[in-house]
């Protein structure tokens, strides 16, 4: 059974967040297309830290509603009167 989303997702977004979260080493990338469909890519960690013992990378890939962090970010680009989709990358970076 196969499951409409019922929005085209471009391969281009994906692969910009994907690229935004490796390019910079972050946690958490997130790419904003309506106030109700969000792309977003998480590095897989261990114990909150990046392991760089390991030769591979592993991704996870969010695509659909946002959670609930995402959520009080789209009230506060609305608020500001930013227009969507957003046309930036928003990081989320580790603790020191």
């Known amino acids: 059974m196969k499951k409409s ?3 085209k ?4 977004d994906v692969g ?6 490796l390019d910079v080493n972050a946690k958490r990338a997130t790419k904003y297309l309506r106030p109700d469909f969000v792309i977003s890519a998480q590095r897989k960690c261990f114990k909150g ?4 013992r390991d030769k591979s990378v592993e991704i996870i890939v969010k695509i659909g509603k946002p ?10 680009l609305k608020q500001s009167g930013e227009p969507f989709p957003v046309k ?9």
């Not at 997702?9 to 281009?12: C, N, Q």
């Not at 959670?67 to 506060?76: G, M």
């Not at 930036?88 to 580790?94: A, N």
Request: hydrophobic letters at 55%.
């Open 5 to 7: 989303i019922g929005i």
């Open 9 to 12: 997702v471009s391969r281009k």
């Open 16 to 21: 910009v967040v994907i690229e935004a979260l």
């Open 49 to 52: 830290k990046i392991d760089l």
């Open 67 to 76: 959670n609930f962090a995402e959520r009080d970010f789209i009230k506060k």
């Open 88 to 96: 930036k990358v928003i990081l989320k970076f580790f603790k020191k």
